[in-house]
């Protein structure tokens, strides 16, 4: 039976990790949609009201920063905005991990380690999925004649 506890455990923690690296992308938008439902709430719209301007609101953060991504120009633009993507995300790879490893260390300088090793490691996942999105540029290259 322990066995199957630690087999279950190291599972739990693996689909706990893959979730994150899954959503990491959706930290801003999550951001922006509770941000939005939060307020509309404190201004009267009731439980279903807020529900759905969160939805459209976290929908508008995610929309309008692809759609940012694919046409700016200027590259300083592509990337302040991608950062805005990655920050969240790299904030909440680093307090998933510390909940994780706060259970398995005794020792906070370790815990701290580990987890600012895990914020690096969401960061680096979200900005390779929000940049993949992006258009490739021409190669150059012209289509092969049959």
């Keep these: ?13 693996g689909v706990i990790c893959w979730l994150l690296f899954t959503l990491a992308v959706y930290a801003l938008p999550a951001l922006g949609g509770v941000a939005a439902g939060m307020w509309a709430y404190q201004t009267g719209a009731g439980l279903p009201g807020s529900v759905t301007v969160g939805l459209v609101g976290a929908g508008l953060v995610f929309g309008v920063g692809q759609f940012l991504i694919l046409f700016a120009r200027p590259m300083w633009l592509k990337i302040t905005i991608t950062l805005a993507f990655v920050a969240p995300a790299a904030i909440a790879g680093f307090h998933a991990t510390h909940g994780i490893v706060q259970h398995l260390m005794p020792s906070e300088t370790w815990q701290t380690i ?4 895990g914020a690096v490691a969401v960061a680096i996942t979200a ?20």
């Excluded at 039976?1 to 923690?13: H, R």
């Excluded at 580990?114 to 090793?117: C, D, M, P």
């Excluded at 999105?133 to 012209?142: D, E, H, L, M, Y």
Aim: hydrophobic letters at 60%.
């Design 127 to 146: 900005f390779v999925r929000v940049t993949s999105i992006a258009a490739p540029g021409p190669t150059g290259q012209k289509p092969a004649s049959v």
């Design 114 to 117: 580990f987890s600012v090793i």
């Design 1 to 13: 039976m322990i066995i199957l506890a630690i087999l279950g455990s190291i599972a739990a923690i």
